[in-house]
Structure formats: C-alpha cells, structure tokens
C-alpha cells in the first residue's frame, strides 16, 4: 500500500471494543485450549453458552476460521470509543453495504443461516437484533475484564508512540508485526492475499493493537474509511497472570480492612455471593461495601445473566500498584 506525505499525517491508533468482539468469540466457541487465554476462556465458555450465544447470531457470523463481515469493525472515529458508540456504528451500517459482506461471507462459507438470512432481507431490523446480542456477549465475557484488557492496549500503544517520536514511522512499521515492512514509501504485508492499493480506501491508516487477534493482522479496507490494520497488542502473554494486591496491607487502614479485601479478592470478576464465601463476610456487607467502592470508581459491575460480576477498575488498579510502591 502506497503512502503519500498526507497519508503518513493521518496515521493514528485506536483502542476499539469491536476489534475483540469477533476474535474473542471465534476463541470461545472453538472449543480449543489458546496458551494465554486458556484461564479466561474456561470461565466464559460456560456461561456464553449458558446465555445460548453459542447458537444465535454471532454463531451464524463468525466461523471458526476465515472472514468476518466488515460491518461488525466500523472505523472507530474516537481514540478509544465506548462500546456504545460501535453499536450506532454498526446499527447504522447502510443495508447495502451489510448485503454485500453477507453475499462475501456466502462465498466463504458456502451458505447464510437463518439468521443472517433475515439479516440479509431486513438489514435494519437484523441490526437491532444483532447489536442486542453484541451487548450481551460484551457485558458476560469482556467488560468486567476490560480495565485489564484495555491497560495492555494503551501500554502498546505508548511504546508506540514513543517509537515513532524517537526513531520515525519507518522503525514503527518495521517492529509492528513479523508480516509488515516499510520501504520508504509503501507498506507491505506478506501472506496477504489480496493487496490493499491505496485507491481501495480512504487517507491514513488505522492502527489497532488487540487482545485476543491471535499471532496473525487482521485488516479492513473499506471506502471512505481509512484502511485498519489490527495487530497483536505487546504484553498479551502477561495479560491473566495473577496480580496479587501487595498494596493491600498498605490500604486497609485507609479503605478499611473489608473493603480492601474484596479489592484483592476481585483479581478475576465475582459475583457478590461468591465474594460472600470466599471472604465469610455476610452477602449484605459484602453488597454494602461494593456500593460504596462502585462510587468511589474503584470498582464496576457488569450483568451476566442473572448475575451481577463485579471487577477492578483501572483506578483500583493503579491504587494498589501505588500502595504497594
């Protein structure tokens, strides 16, 4: 892909939910043991397909291996946007533009499912639907994770940025990703099979580091949107080794000595009454305590069936790595 001095200006990162959507799942319904993954996947796949996503329309649209629709991936317009500005995105998606990944997704696959069937002769409404699922999906496997997640996201991309302020863009595509080269002028991406000419796709280039998108890139090239190359984030192998609170001792007399407990406790999401056994605090203690270290931004919730998961904010996260300083 050929880079004008323009193009150049408009490259940026961006931190995007939807980039983890697809290849999260695709992991999950594989059924197959990732080296780094593992301990996140044996906690999800139960309950995803307990909430029955392992048969709806997520199912229907991302295989096992091979293409996923670019509608599901609108150029994220923010640095990092909310997971609610990329549903709009996609529910706004022109229906034109849906039909024609479903027919690319056909070819691929062979056949569209029910489903996507609908989708395909009511973009609108197969949309809603779709997005409806989506918020499920996130709220029970990503976002009580996502402070963790996206720690690792913003890590990358500021050694990044550093990278290019120390020694230029060329020395910043060169260090991406085994698979990317910079020549002076163009990018190259090898075992690619079709090329990305800049005709094809809007100025600049998206660049998107990622959790779960595996060893390989992922790309979109869509026009007017810039083309987005998502690339496997630095630091993902570290990203569900345990974390002790070391700062714990260090906060309790500040926090109390119960709410600084359930802040190590919640090294992996829990729900109030597993919090409740693993702490022998009474489940209203425990309910009390977590609502005022939800005010206090230390802490977020997140509904996963019938049950609420409670996490560690980035903000607790930097509490405890300073306390424990």
């Not at 139960?46 to 199912?59: E, F, I, K, S, T």
């Not at 090898?190 to 600049?204: D, F, L």
């Not at 790309?219 to 984030?233: F, H, I, K, N």
Request: charged content about 20%.
């Amino acid at each position: 892909m050929a880079f004008s001095a323009n193009d150049l200006a408009k490259v940026r990162f961006a931190v995007s939910p939807m980039w983890e959507v697809a290849p999260s799942f695709r992991l999950l319904t594989s059924n197959t043991a990732h080296p780094v993954h593992r301990s996140w996947a044996e906690q999800m796949r139960p309950r995803v397909m307990a909430a029955g996503l392992d048969r709806g329309w997520l199912a229907e649209l991302i295989g096992p291996a091979g293409y996923v629709p670019d509608f599901l991936n609108p150029a994220p317009a923010q640095p990092a946007p909310a997971p609610v500005a990329e549903w709009d995105a996609i529910r706004a998606s022109p229906a034109d533009r849906v039909r024609q990944d479903l027919d690319h997704l056909a070819r691929h696959q062979g056949h569209l499912g029910p489903r996507l069937r609908i989708l395909h002769a009511d973009p609108p409404s197969g949309l809603t639907k779709l997005v409806q699922e989506m918020e499920t999906y996130w709220e029970l496997a990503l976002a009580p994770y996502w402070a963790r997640i996206r720690a690792v996201l913003d890590a990358d991309i500021f050694h990044r940025a550093r990278t290019v302020a120390e020694h230029g863009a060329g020395r910043l595509f060169n260090d991406l990703h085994a698979s990317v080269s910079w020549d002076g002028n163009a990018l190259r991406l090898v075992r690619r099979k079709r090329n990305m000419p800049r005709r094809s796709a809007g100025a600049g280039l998206l660049l998107i580091p990622s959790a779960f998108t595996g060893p390989g890139l992922r790309t979109r090239v869509r026009p007017p949107d810039p083309p987005q190359l998502a690339y496997p984030a630095r630091g993902v192998g570290e990203l569900w080794e345990s974390r002790p609170a070391t700062g714990a001792c260090a906060l309790a007399p500040v926090l109390g000595r119960s709410r600084t407990l359930l802040l190590s406790e919640l090294e992996t999401p829990a729900s109030t009454t597993e919090l409740a056994r693993r702490t022998g605090l009474s489940s209203a203690g425990v309910s009390q305590h977590l609502t005022a270290l939800r005010t206090a931004g230390l802490v977020s919730a997140h509904r996963a069936g019938r049950s609420v998961l409670y996490a560690r904010t980035t903000a607790a996260e930097t509490l405890l790595k300073a306390a424990s300083s």
